[in-house]
């Protein structure tokens, strides 16, 4: 992929607010009791024999700057090194609400834990990298760990040469926006795991404590066979941002970037996918034979709202002939949901992406049947939870790797998403072997005009 030029953001926001911290870090105090000793016992054994670990930041918005936070946290030993972002002053506010964060987390503190905290904030003005190459200026400025928040759409590629370089890997999610990506990201696992080397994905609720102690009790057994599994992200619109009259087009669907399905997905894939996630867990991750879908555009209007459709509704089917469902939804002043079914021959599980009880698990006369144990934190902890584990992997010599898993969850999403802007039924086959790439391979700022709506029945499949 090529790159020109110097201007666009990286994540849904433009600036860094203390309520994303709040968001994202306030369950920190919490959680460090329960792994500062496993910490403490692996930092000694880092392959690499040495105490720092430098961090690189490859996007800088809200979850780029809470994943920095939460990788800070989870580690003494680390370092923020090196931020990387296709405009500076998303770095400069970043920078500023890090460093802001760090004062007030260690207020309460002694003089020598302030300054330890303090020295964990090492960029400098030359390790301040802007444009679109500034991800491998990143990578090659001597880190040990990568954090890759941009955009969706480049993820493959970000992770492509921090894998290639040696680099530790953190990934949000999506994995990719299409399959030709998702076949590169396949790839670098792979690589990861003959290099040795961490990769993590950002599937956050597969590290909340409670949700993650129901989807053991239901892939168990215990709560019977599992029948079938129904899934939902129903919730409002995202923001837009008008066009001004300085942006090129390009830069026009940067700031508008969740709304354009080249470089989010569309929002099946880039917000929903976590219930699509949790489906695929519900279901043991056993992989589909194939996927029908109805989608559609009902209440989106202005050109700021791109060419993504506003609501979802997919149909999975399984080797073994079961079918699960998942459906999702943006659209303002609607009823909002974002909880999973799981029925079994025994009952119903609940489980509810927005509550820190995680799941109700009930036989079919309503009788509560098991409960998860409490969550320290409860779903805020699982963001911080994911960078526990991460680093704690990588001190023990034994790195973490759910590359795979987590680009079968993303082609999920992505193949829901293809048979619905078609009409047509999708095998895993098709969605695997697709020649469909949404990413332009020269991206500069310029004339690009919104791709079309797609009419279902009349976009094909590639």
Known sequence: MSYNGQHGPFSLVDSVTRREFVKTTAT???????????????????????????????????????????????????????????????????????????EES???????????????????DSRKFVGFDSFQRAIDSGVDVVLITGYPAFRPEHLKAAVAAGKHVFAEKPVAVDAPGIRSVIESSELAKAKNTALLVGFCWRHHPGM???????????????????????????????????????????????????????????????????LSWAMNDLLPTRVICHGGRAA????????????????YEYPNGKRAFHSCRQID????????????????????????????????????????????????AMYQNEHDELFASIRSGKPINDGVRSSNSTMLAIMARMA???????????????????????????????????????????
Not at 106 to 117: G, M, P, V, Y
Not at 336 to 356: E, R
Request: glycine share 10%; aromatic share 10%.
């Open 333 to 380: 002043q609607c009823i909002n949901d974002n909880s999973d079914y799981v029925y079994s021959g025994k009952g119903l599980a609940i489980v509810d992406g927005w509550k820190d009880t995680a799941a109700s698990i009930r036989d079919f006369a309503g009788k509560e049947v098991w409960k998860p144990p409490a969550s320290p934190g409860g779903s805020s």
């Open 106 to 124: 260690a207020k309460d503190t002694d003089l020598n834990a302030r300054s330890a905290k303090s020295a964990q904030l090492q960029v400098d």
């Open 300 to 315: 989106r209007t202005g050109p700021e709202s791109g060419n993504v459709f506003d609501h979802f509704s997919a149909v």
């Open 212 to 278: 993650n102690a129901a989807m053991q009790y239901i892939n168990s057994g215990a709560f019977g066979e599992v029948v079938t599994a129904h899934t939902t992200y129903n919730t409002g619109t995202l923001g837009n941002r008008p066009r001004k009259p300085e942006w090129t087009d390009l830069e026009f669907q940067m700031r508008n970037w969740w709304h354009f399905t080249w470089i989010s997905g569309d929002h099946i894939v880039e917000q929903a996918i976590h219930s699509v996630d949790r």
């Open 420 to 462: 619905a802007y078609t009409g047509q039924a999708i095998t895993w086959e098709q969605a695997m072997k697709s020649q469909e790439k949404l990413v332009p391979d020269k991206i500069e700022f310029g004339p690009m005009p919104t791709p079309a709506v797609a009419v279902p029945g009349q976009t094909k499949f590639l």
């Open 28 to 102: 920190v105090a919490a959680i460090l009791p329960f792994v500062g000793t496993s910490l403490a016992v692996a930092r000694s054994a880092y392959a690499g024999g040495a105490d720092t670990l430098k961090i690189a930041l490859i996007g800088c918005g809200g979850r780029g700057t809470g994943a920095a936070m939460q990788a800070l946290t989870a580690d003494k030993g680390a370092v923020l090194w090196t931020m990387a972002d296709v405009f500076k002053d998303r770095i400069d506010a970043s920078y500023d609400g890090l460093k802001k964060e760090i």
